[in-house]
């Protein structure tokens, strides 16, 4: 399977700490997407980095690409409870010219207040 | 902003009943998808449509069926719903590759079906 695998699956912190998300996928790609879905809804688009990208940010998100080790990472800076959801980090489905993605099993993030 | 809306956000039926959950997207996008999510599993891809009328399996089609008569709704049927197909339906769409990359998929609320 492509499919990513976030890591941890479950981290838990308080207001204000960094928290970082970490995602590793099997084949080679030109893209990694990362995800975001409230409890009870449906996901919601972060942020793409391509596969000549290191890294890249999007206000209090950072996300990195190693492609030589496969990984991809996720940080929160500065978290807040209304991060409190889940991440997933969404691959593309190698061969497919219909832009399918892999989504891993995400980790769910808790921040507390 | 790209809406994507679905039918139900709960649904409870019967075993053997059939079930239609329906997807509906405002944006013009080629590609629609039908996820299912349980709890440690992630996101599974049922079926997907890159055009109306035309459609792949996913990973996991079986005892699901899919409808796409125009290019803003997208149907999942369940011809006889079982209990294993409790779960969690999440409709997304996008507007396939866009140079060599996936678009950003975007998603519905999700329809929490539970099947008795």
């Given at each position: 399977s492509q499919q990513?695998?976030?890591d941890p699956q479950a981290l838990s912190?308080?207001?204000?700490e960094n928290a970082t998300m970490n995602c590793s996928y099997k084949t080679s790609i030109n893209n990694l997407q990362w995800y975001r879905q409230n409890s009870g809804r449906g996901l919601v688009h972060l942020i793409l980095i391509r596969s000549n990208e290191r890294e890249k940010h999007s206000g209090r998100l950072r996300v990195t690409l190693d492609t030589s080790k496969k990984s991809s990472s996720l940080l929160i800076t500065a978290s807040r409870a209304a991060d409190?959801?889940?991440y997933f980090c969404a691959t593309?489905?190698?061969?497919?010219?219909?832009g399918r993605l892999y989504f891993g099993r995400?980790?769910?993030l808790t921040v507390w207040p | 902003d790209v809406k994507v809306t679905q039918s139900s956000r709960y649904l409870v039926k019967r075993t053997g009943e059939k079930v239609f959950l329906e997807c509906v997207q405002d944006m013009d996008h080629e590609n629609m998808f039908w996820y299912r999510q349980d709890p440690g599993l992630g996101l599974r891809l049922i079926y997907f449509s890159y055009d109306v009328k035309m459609k792949e399996k996913g990973d996991i089609p079986e005892g699901y069926?899919?409808?796409r008569e125009k290019k803003e709704r997208f149907s999942l049927i369940l011809e006889s719903a079982s209990t294993n197909q409790t779960s969690m339906y999440?409709?997304?769409s996008n507007r396939g590759l866009l140079a060599g990359v996936p678009d950003t998929q975007y998603f519905g609320p999700g329809t929490r079906l539970t099947v008795l």
């Open positions: 990513g695998e976030e912190i308080q207001e204000g409190t959801a889940s593309p489905a190698g061969g497919s010219t219909l995400g980790t769910q | 069926s899919v409808s999440l409709c997304a």
